[in-house]
């Protein structure tokens, strides 16, 4: 079964810093896909950045990227230069083929608050 | 072009009622996936269509929930006898297909319907 754990239930950062969002994910899948979504007050998902297991190159998009550690099973965002608007949820999660299934799975998410 | 839209925005209903849910996909996107989310919590997984496959209704919670799909285009979700616990906001779902791509296995997400059950 897939799993995807975020711990960090609320995050702080200042303004124009950079934050780390942690993601670990446990699947016995070889071939499998990792996504952040945010998701601001108005209830939005708004796609963020994707990693495929058989990326050896970390994922960026602008200022997200993906600290893809396949051994440790880790898949952590970071955003740099946090701006106001970055605050919200942001979810963690993973695609594999578990049993030929497609199913989807979210972390709990972690909540983002960017102070002025 | 046009995202992921969902019908209606919000619906409220009374206990033991029938509700019905729709998803309009992104044009061309063969996968369709439905997910509740209640209040302050991720999201749950419901029911997962792929073309022409049967679809996965390994997270439908129990036979009060269906789906449907008509070929690659609208899904329905229908909610039979509506129970308090179902109030929570269903998120509809799509992905070009299925694959380990980020070009096909994106999701877009719809805006999503909120039920409120009384």
């Known amino acids: 079964a897939q799993k995807i754990t975020q711990t960090q239930p609320g995050m702080f950062v200042q303004e124009k810093e950079a934050v780390t969002l942690d993601c670990t994910y446990d699947t016995s899948d070889q071939s499998y896909g990792l996504f952040w979504y945010k998701q601001p007050s108005s209830g939005e998902m708004i796609f963020l950045i994707y990693q495929g297991s058989y990326d050896e190159q970390n994922a960026t998009e602008g200022r997200y990227s993906l600290n893809f550690q396949k051994a440790r099973k880790s898949a952590n965002l970071v955003i740099s230069a946090s701006q106001l608007g970055d605050s919200a949820m942001y979810f963690c999660a993973m695609r594999g083929t578990t049993g030929g299934s497609y199913i989807p799975t979210f972390g709990r998410g972690t909540s983002l608050i960017v102070h002025p | 072009g046009a995202g992921v839209s969902q019908s209606p925005s919000n619906k409220v209903t009374e206990k033991g009622k029938d509700v019905e849910l729709r998803c309009d996909p992104i044009?061309?996107?063969?996968?369709l996936y439905w997910y509740r989310q209640r209040l302050g919590q991720g999201l749950e997984f419901l029911i997962y269509?792929?073309?022409?496959?049967?679809?996965?209704k390994s997270g439908l919670p129990s036979d009060r929930f269906s789906a449907e799909r008509t070929g690659e285009s609208v899904s329905t979700l229908t909610i039979q006898r509506t129970q308090q616990e179902d109030s929570a906001v269903y998120l509809c779902?799509?992905?070009?297909?299925?694959?380990?791509?980020?070009?096909?296995?994106?999701?877009?997400f719809g805006p999503g319907t909120r039920l409120t059950v009384l």
């Open positions: 044009s061309g996107h063969t996968a």
């Open positions: 269509f792929q073309g022409n496959s049967a679809p996965d």
């Open positions: 779902a799509s992905s070009l297909r299925t694959g380990f791509t980020a070009a096909t296995d994106t999701q877009y």
